[in-house]
C-alpha cells in the first residue's frame, strides 16, 4: 500500500518557469491538501480539496493553481515560480478532516527556486 | 497572527524527563485538536487527536485541551532519545475544512 506518493521529491527552477509537483493516494481518500513548511512558520495550507472537481484556498494560495479530476491525483501548480516559493511542500489525505479522521502526508518535495 | 500558536523551541531534556508542549488558538470554532510528531526529513504523523476539551492518554503520552483559556498541551512521560522530534499541534472546526498548524516545537531528548 503505497499510502500518499509526491513527485518530484528534489527540484530547482529558474524564476519564472512553471512546475507542477505531483501528489497521488490509493486510500480512495475524498479529502487532499497542499502544505508548505518554511523555518519558523510551521505547515501552511495552500489549497485543499474535498473531492473529485472541488477544491478551495487555504492560508497561502497566491502564486498556487490545483485541480482535482480525481480521486486519486491533487496536482499543485507554480505558474512562475518565484524564489519566495523554495520551500518543503508536502501533499496530505484523509477520508474527512473531522471525527479525527487521520491525515496520511506524503514524504514531501524540496523546491528550491534560484 | 496565525490561528495556532506554538512555542518554537528547540527544547532540551535529559533521558527520562516529562516534556511539556503547548499550543494557543484564537479561532473559538475550532472543535478537534491534533498532534503531530515529524521526523527530521520526513512528513509529520499523527501522534493524538482529542475532539473538544479534555485529556486523552495513549501509553507515555497524553494530550490536554483547555477550550476555556484556547490551550492545548501534549505531555510525555519517561522521554526517550527515540522521542526527539519536531511536535507540531494543529486545530481545525466549524464551517471550514481548514486544518491550521502551529509553527512546531523541535524537542531534543539527551541520552
Known amino acids: 500500500n503505497a499510502g500518499v506518493t509526491q513527485t518530484p521529491k528534489f527540484q530547482v527552477l529558474k524564476t519564472g518557469q512553471s512546475m507542477t509537483l505531483q501528489c497521488a493516494q490509493d486510500m480512495n481518500h475524498e479529502y487532499m491538501s497542499w502544505y508548505r513548511q518554511d523555518p519558523g512558520m510551521g505547515l501552511r495550507l495552500i489549497h485543499y480539496s474535498v473531492g473529485a472537481g472541488i477544491t478551495d484556498q487555504g492560508e497561502v494560495p497566491n502564486g498556487y493553481n490545483v485541480s482535482r479530476s480525481t480521486t486519486e491525483d491533487f496536482p499543485l501548480r507554480l505558474l512562475s515560480a518565484a524564489p519566495s516559493q523554495t520551500s518543503v511542500y508536502f501533499c496530505?489525505?484523509?477520508?474527512?478532516?473531522?471525527?479525527?479522521?487521520?491525515?496520511?502526508f506524503g514524504e514531501g518535495s524540496w523546491l528550491t527556486v534560484v | 497572527q496565525k490561528e495556532v500558536e506554538q512555542d518554537p523551541g528547540p527544547l532540551s531534556v535529559p533521558e527520562g524527563a516529562i516534556v511539556s508542549l503547548n499550543c494557543t488558538y484564537s479561532n473559538s470554532a475550532f472543535q478537534y485538536f491534533m498532534w503531530y510528531r515529524q521526523y527530521s526529513r520526513k512528513g509529520p504523523e499523527l501522534l493524538m487527536y482529542t475532539y473538544s476539551s479534555g485529556n486523552k492518554e495513549d501509553g507515555r503520552f497524553t494530550a490536554q485541551v483547555d477550550k476555556s483559556s484556547k490551550y492545548i498541551s501534549l505531555f510525555i512521560r519517561d522521554s526517550q532519545p527515540s522521542d526527539s522530534a519536531t511536535y507540531l499541534c494543529a486545530s481545525h472546526g466549524g464551517a471550514t475544512n481548514k486544518l491550521i498548524f502551529g509553527t512546531g516545537t523541535l524537542l531534543a531528548v539527551q541520552p
Open positions: 496530505a489525505s484523509s477520508s474527512g478532516i473531522n471525527s479525527g479522521n487521520t491525515i496520511y
